[in-house]
């Protein structure tokens, strides 16, 4: 069977940064405004890059005013990578970052102090009970 490359990768070299970004950003305005995740003061003003390996995309954004938002630069004072999988278990609670980590499965580059207070505030942060593990555990 012929594997077709995935357009996404093409879209993220194509498209200006916010419209690659806007779908993550939506993801954590709408965690914002529910509550779910409320960004601390040191983050404010800072920028943020999160790249998802396997899917080939780099969302770039900040938070102002204690929302966040899409930036026009790819330039992060902080990047985050890893795969969907492993973001996604960084999410739900089934793997924390310090293990990712540790296997080299989670990538932190640019400011280290900066990493440690987001890596401290999502740690902290209360996941919605449909988000937890399935066993009942956030």
């Keep these: 069977m012929k594997r077709h490359p995935s357009l996404l990768p093409a879209l993220d070299r194509l498209l200006p940064p916010p419209l690659v970004s806007a779908h993550f950003v939506l993801g954590l305005e709408v965690a914002r405004l529910l509550k779910w995740l409320v960004p601390p003061p040191e ?14 995309l780099r969302s770039c954004f900040t938070c102002r005013n ?26 739900r609670g089934t793997s924390d970052a310090d293990t990712l980590f ?13 990493g440690l207070i987001v890596k401290n505030w999502l740690d902290a942060a209360d996941r919605p009970a449909w988000l937890r593990r399935a066993d009942g555990q956030a």
């Design 102 to 114: 540790f296997q080299r499965r989670l990538r932190i580059a640019g400011d280290t102090e900066l």
């Design 66 to 91: 204690g929302r966040f938002r899409p930036l026009w630069t790819t330039e992060a004072d902080l990047e985050l990578g890893a795969s969907f999988g492993d973001f996604l278990a960084l999410v």
């Design 43 to 56: 983050i404010e003003g800072r920028r943020f890059a999160i790249k998802v390996d396997d899917v080939g």
